[in-house]
C-alpha cells in the first residue's frame, strides 16, 4: 500500500532552517503532484507548497522566498526547505500525494 512517511522536524531558534522529508514507498513520487501542508494548534490545516507532477512549484504567501519544495526521484522522496523561520511557522507539517497522507512531523520555532 501507499505509504508516506515525514521526518526532519524538529526545535529550532527563529532565522533557524529546517528541512523536511517525505519519503513515499508503493507509489512512484513522480506521477502526481506532492504537497506540503501544516496545522498548527487550534487551527485548521492549510496548505504550504505544492510540487506537480512536471516540477512546476507553488507556494502560500506567507512562505514563499523563505520555503522550497523539491524532489528526489531516485530516493522517490519529496522535501521541504525552511529557512528564516519564525514562531508562525510552528505546526505539524504533513505530505500529501494524491490521497495519501503522512502522520506529519512536528516544527516548533522557539528561543
Known amino acids: 500500500q501507499v505509504q508516506l512517511v515525514e521526518s526532519g522536524g524538529g526545535l529550532v531558534q527563529p532565522g533557524g532552517s529546517l528541512r523536511l522529508s517525505c519519503a513515499v514507498s508503493?507509489?512512484?513520487?513522480?506521477?502526481?503532484?506532492v504537497g506540503w501542508y501544516r496545522q498548527a494548534p487550534g487551527k485548521q490545516r492549510e496548505w504550504v507548497a505544492t510540487?506537480?507532477?512536471?516540477?512546476?512549484?507553488s507556494y502560500a504567501d506567507s512562505v514563499r522566498g523563505r520555503f522550497t519544495i523539491s524532489r528526489e526521484d531516485a530516493k522517490n522522496t519529496a522535501y521541504l526547505q525552511m529557512n528564516t523561520l519564525k514562531p508562525e511557522d510552528m505546526a505539524v507539517y504533513y505530505c500529501?500525494?494524491?490521497?495519501?497522507w503522512g502522520q506529519g512531523t512536528q516544527v516548533t520555532v522557539s528561543s
Open positions: 500529501r500525494l494524491g490521497y495519501f
Open positions: 508503493g507509489y512512484i513520487i513522480s506521477f502526481n503532484a
Open positions: 510540487m506537480t507532477s512536471g516540477g512546476t512549484t
